[in-house]
């Protein structure tokens, strides 16, 4: 009989490998590459010598230059640092409240020196599937259709700040998105990331949600430049998968942004494990924000929100109560780990490669 464990990790395993999503990105070995398709770790890409041989060796076309497989072009490094606020906010189930109460700790976090502020997902409504058609906006429309995103122009306008709007729920037609949206320092939407996994999981007596019951998934990964540097954007369970962060490595991103509300089940066990596997692998800085815990609400969530640094030490975080995170960001740093530990000069493009499948169909 197998044991309990052993289901329970193959429930877990199929989940994730059912939700990768392999029409944005690609990982490729050297055994099934074909030549198809431009790797993100390599240019040029893997060709085959004509030979009768039926496993003939690829060969590179040239030597291994990560900097050219970077898209668009890298963007120098902001100087000199600058403070980023994470704002861990409680959410109940009045929205006008709840704007109000993330624009004074925006406010707040500005006072402190912020130039960046991020928010937590789902911040102007309660995580459920029963409240995001209720709570959800239509953000293209903006204006009265969209108080959430109007609030967090103004703000970003007046105070000449960026933010990273955590998540809200977003109607576009008659679907329903998991959307952050990013704010330049003059008030304009600058980048809108909607969720591209879902967090559609089963863990036998512990947790069961279903997020794809009332949502769709995004199909865009989303990279912007800022102000204060290259930042991707995630969404919560976007951070279990790796090729995302990958991408937007190679993309030359300076920092990933993933608002977020891990579980009482995941979050003691996995939050900031990936938060530091994300940037340990990509030698970037992760940040985290998570709604505040409410035992109370039907969903609970773990909170800890955090700032990690590019050799995966955690640079700032808190506990699980309503707090706001005020932490300094130095680029400088990037080129100092990736010089002492020079992971994209060693990267065996000859044997294994990441496709960057947006980027190929681009061009």
């Not at 898209?71 to 109940?92: D, E, H, I, N, R």
């Not at 996995?270 to 940037?279: D, I």
């Not at 709604?291 to 590019?310: K, N």
């Not at 992971?343 to 499948?357: A, C, P, T």
Request: one cysteine or more; hydrophobic letters at 35%.
């Amino acid at each position: 009989m197998k044991s309990a464990v052993a289901i329970t990790s193959k429930i877990h395993l199929n989940l994730n490998l059912n939700l990768r999503r392999n029409h944005l990105y690609s990982p490729l070995s050297r055994s099934i590459f074909r030549g198809k398709a431009k790797p993100v770790f390599q240019s040029p890409p893997l060709i085959r010598t004509h030979s009768s041989n039926p496993n003939p060796n690829p060969i590179m076309a040239s030597s291994f230059k990560p900097e050219q497989a970077r898209a668009p072009p890298a963007l120098p490094l902001p100087t000199p640092p600058f403070k980023v606020g994470l704002c861990q906010l409680s959410v109940t189930a009045d929205k006008e409240r709840n704007i109000a109460h993330a624009r004074r700790a925006i406010e707040e976090a500005a006072e402190k020196g912020a130039k960046l502020i991020i928010l937590p997902e789902i911040w102007n409504s309660p995580y459920s599937n029963d409240s995001f058609p209720v709570y959800a906006e239509d953000i293209d429309a903006g204006g009265d259709a969209s108080p959430s995103t109007a609030m967090l122009s103004e703000v970003a306008r007046l105070l000449k700040i960026t933010i990273v709007g955590g998540s809200i729920p977003e109607r576009s037609g008659d679907r329903l998105y998991n959307t952050c949206c990013v704010f330049g320092s003059d008030g304009k939407l600058i980048a809108k990331h909607r969720k591209i996994h879902l967090f559609d999981i089963d863990i036998p007596g512990k947790i069961t949600f279903i997020e794809s019951k009332s949502l769709t998934a995004g199909e865009t990964p989303t990279i912007v430049d800022t102000d204060v540097g290259r930042i991707g954007i995630g969404i919560c369970y976007d951070i279990r998968f790796q090729e995302l962060a990958m991408i937007y490595g190679a993309r030359g991103a300076h920092l990933i942004c993933y608002p977020g509300a891990f579980n009482m089940t995941t979050g003691p066990l996995h939050w900031e494990l990936l938060q530091r596997a994300r940037a340990t692998d990509n030698q970037l800085y992760v940040a985290t924000c998570s709604p505040a815990r409410d035992e109370g609400a039907g969903y609970v969530a773990w909170g800890h929100s955090t700032l990690v640094g590019p050799f995966g030490e955690v640079l700032a975080t808190t506990e699980h109560a309503e707090d706001i995170i005020i932490a300094e960001i130095d680029y400088s740093i990037l080129e100092l780990r990736r010089t002492s530990l020079p992971l994209s000069k060693q990267r065996r493009g000859d044997l294994y490669q990441l496709v960057d499948i947006q980027r190929l169909n681009s061009q």
